[in-house]
């Protein structure tokens, strides 16, 4: 009979020991923010407690990597993506993320491309709106809150060549892919690039400030200036891994951050981050932090600070 019983009660003790590591590990334990180290790509991983956004899924399964890291094993939910742009170095990783997890919801850029990488992406993405995930299209600016402490803002900003786009479905989860040909064709018409569609997204947690600038470029940084919404924030990951297309003068003027983060693989073949960049970062007597140089970069939030994994 006391066999009989040991079992059952010592199930019972590793399933409370499990649920108690659990509980502090996640819950319990302060919000963070994640630069993942995905080599030549963009993937950031927000989490407070239960909650969890990723704004970017890098090139490849790397973004796997990160993401069984710091979730939990069992836990195959994410509240909310943000697809930046549709650079394969951005959507590269979100087929093998969206075959893994259920994502609520997801905003996405208006513009796709014809490449192969974004089609294997459209293909998750209808699969994973069969599943209920729902898909909003950025075409303006927008706030979401996640949990309590997630505040999040997003910016989308056209000038000088893109208007509105012209093939717009009446079916939101189409809307990209529709006429995919002639949309490329105008952006081939007009030499635009995609960068410029670029969503950037204003984070707070507690209050702790970030801002995310995706691959925006100078001219579209500055009409965010002038817009009055770029504001001093804590953390900077700066805008396209740290290429001379991004990071003026003025916006590092407005945004004062104390520490820019730059997502860029190493030793990788595009010379990024730029060493003209860099060095104007540090005039500013702003902290630079690199995946290339210390792999994934976390930032823990309490209620009225921040540190650094390399604090």
């Known amino acids: 009979m006391l066999k009989k019983l040991c079992f059952p009660l010592a199930s019972l003790g590793i399933c409370c020991l499990f649920l ?3 509980y502090w590990q996640f819950v319990i334990s302060a919000p963070k923010v994640i630069f993942c180290d995905v080599g ?28 069984e890291k710091y979730l939990p094993a069992w836990d195959r939910e994410i509240d909310l993506v943000i697809v930046s742009h549709a650079d394969s170095d951005h959507i590269g990783g979100f087929e093998m993320v969206l075959n893994r997890y259920f994502v609520k919801e997801m905003l996405v850029s208006e513009y796709g491309t014809t ?3 974004f089609k294997g992406f459209r293909n998750a993405v209808l699969r994973e709106i069969e599943e209920g995930m729902t898909l909003n299209l950025a075409v303006g600016n927008s706030s979401k809150k996640i949990g309590k402490n997630i505040s999040l803002k997003n910016y989308f900003t056209r000038v000088r060549g893109f208007s509105n786009n012209p093939f717009m479905s009446v079916k939101t989860e189409t809307t990209l892919w529709d006429k995919i040909n002639e949309q490329n064709q105008i952006i081939k018409d007009k030499k635009l ?3 410029a569609l670029s969503i950037v997204t204003f984070l707070q947690l507690n209050s702790t400030k970030f801002l995310l600038m995706g691959d925006l470029d100078v001219l579209r940084e500055q009409a965010l200036v002038e817009q009055g919404l770029i ?17 003026s003068d003025t916006f590092l003027k407005a945004s004062a951050p104390e520490i820019a983060t730059i997502s860029v693989g190493y030793n990788n073949s595009y010379g990024l981050p730029s060493p ?29 600070s921040y540190a650094t994994n390399l604090d």
């Not at 504001?231 to 990071?247: A, E, F």
């Not at 003209?276 to 140089?293: A, H, M, P, S, Y």
């Open 193 to 195: 690039d995609l960068n």
């Open 115 to 117: 490449t192969g990488v």
């Open 40 to 67: 030549q790509g963009d993937a950031t991983l927000i989490i407070d407690g239960f909650y969890q956004v990723l704004v970017d899924g890098g090139r490849d399964e790397r973004v796997l990597d990160c993401l």
């Open 20 to 22: 108690t590591i659990y």
């Open 231 to 247: 504001t001093d924030v804590d953390i900077l990951k700066v805008g396209h891994h740290g290429s001379k297309t991004s990071t």
């Open 276 to 304: 003209q960049v860099v060095n104007k970062i540090k005039q500013f007597g702003i902290r630079i932090l690199r995946t290339d140089e210390s792999g994934d970069l976390v930032v823990e939030v309490s209620k009225n």
